[in-house]
């Protein structure tokens, strides 16, 4: 078995189990190291990771990648609404 390798270290527990559901889904072997540690009472380096085999660490990430980039892209189409941006009156 390869290695493994930290390709996130989330703020909470919630976020790395959000992470390691996508990855099982891709079929990406998801181990999560201090799960037990709420980030509020975090010492350093102590959030929750997430580890994947090192051969799979580089389709992990781009998964990663593409889920923050549709938070990213749900939350500016949230502000839009708030904002009337999608009111064609505007």
């Known amino acids: ?9 989330a703020s909470d ?13 891709a079929g990406i072997p998801v181990y999560i190291a201090n799960e ?3 980030a509020a009472y975090s010492i350093d380096g102590m959030a929750p990771r997430v580890l994947v085999p090192a051969g799979r ?7 990663i990648a593409e ?12 502000l839009d609404d708030m904002a009337g941006f999608d009111d064609p009156e505007i």
């Open 57 to 63: 660490a580089e389709e992990a990430r781009e998964i």
């Open 1 to 9: 078995m390869d290695k493994l390798v930290e390709v996130y270290a």
């Open 13 to 25: 527990i919630t976020l790395a189990y959000l992470i390691k559901a996508h990855l099982e889904d």
């Open 67 to 78: 889920i923050q980039s549709s938070s990213r892209t749900d939350e500016d189409d949230d």
């Open 36 to 38: 037990n540690v709420s």
